[in-house]
């Protein structure tokens, strides 16, 4: 079974502090992606990367960065944390391929004051 | 990315009863997924769908992959309190390379 991890299940944070997301995945998947997941909006890809030290920008970038040093992990960088950040965040993986599925970690539910 | 065009948006039903939802795109997709997503929780997926015309089951699910390549079919029997959820659609369209779509989710309430 594919188990995707993310550090933490809540975090509370004050706005201007710098924000860390980790996701860890054991299947040995190329792709990882981060979303952010809001009411009505539904999904939204922030970033994603196909490969270790490789990065895309996804469709709402802006605010975010992210580092991949190892292929097992991926980090989502809050630079300085807005309230308009708080968001459920969902890591995901997927073995190289647009027709494999993506395996979901169980997020990161985000509030910042 | 884009969204698909999930419906119904939300569903209040009796336990027992027969659910169905479905999913429609501009776009010609290669793969169908399903997803439900337990409150506070990540997605976990329920059904993978590969070709056109194909129908598979998991215990009282069935998924569709519609004729057309451009819609999808979730079908719950028999529905249980533990149903409860969102579920949502997802998938790679034809000319998008990697990137996935989902769905606007489906949230079912089961009533006991």
């Known amino acids: 079974d594919v188990k995707v991890t993310q550090s933490s299940r809540y975090l509370v944070k004050r706005t201007g502090e710098k924000v860390f997301l980790e996701c860890v995945q054991d299947?040995?998947?190329?792709?990882m992606f981060w979303y952010r997941q809001d009411p009505g909006l539904g999904l939204r890809l922030i970033y994603f990367?196909?490969?270790?030290?490789?990065?895309e920008k996804g469709d709402i970038p802006e605010g975010y960065s992210v580092s991949r040093e190892k292929k097992e992990r991926f980090s989502l960088i809050l630079e300085s944390a807005s309230t308009n950040q708080t968001s459920m965040y969902l890591c995901?993986?997927?073995?190289?391929?647009?027709?494999?599925?993506?395996?979901f970690g169980p997020g990161t539910r985000l509030l910042v004051l | 990315g884009q969204q698909l065009n999930q419906s119904p948006q939300s569903m209040f039903i009796q336990e027992g009863e027969d659910v169905s939802m479905n999913c429609t795109s501009s776009?010609?997709?290669?793969?169908w997924l399903w997803y439900k997503q337990d409150p506070g929780e990540g997605p976990v997926l329920l059904i993978a769908?590969?070709?056109?015309?194909e129908l598979t089951s998991n215990g009282r699910l069935t998924a569709q992959f519609g004729i057309t390549r451009k819609d999808s079919f979730l079908n719950i029997s028999a529905s249980i309190p533990s149903d409860v959820g969102i579920y949502f659609c997802?998938?790679?369209?034809?000319?998008?390379?990697?990137?996935?779509?989902f769905g606007t989710g489906t949230s079912l309430t089961v009533i006991p």
């Open positions: 995901a993986t997927q073995f190289s391929g647009a027709a494999e599925t993506q395996y």
């Open positions: 299947m040995d998947h190329e792709n």
């Open positions: 990367s196909y490969d270790v030290k490789m990065k």
């Open positions: 776009s010609i997709f290669n793969t």
């Open positions: 769908l590969y070709k056109a015309g």
């Open positions: 997802a998938g790679p369209p034809e000319d998008t390379g990697n990137q996935f779509y």
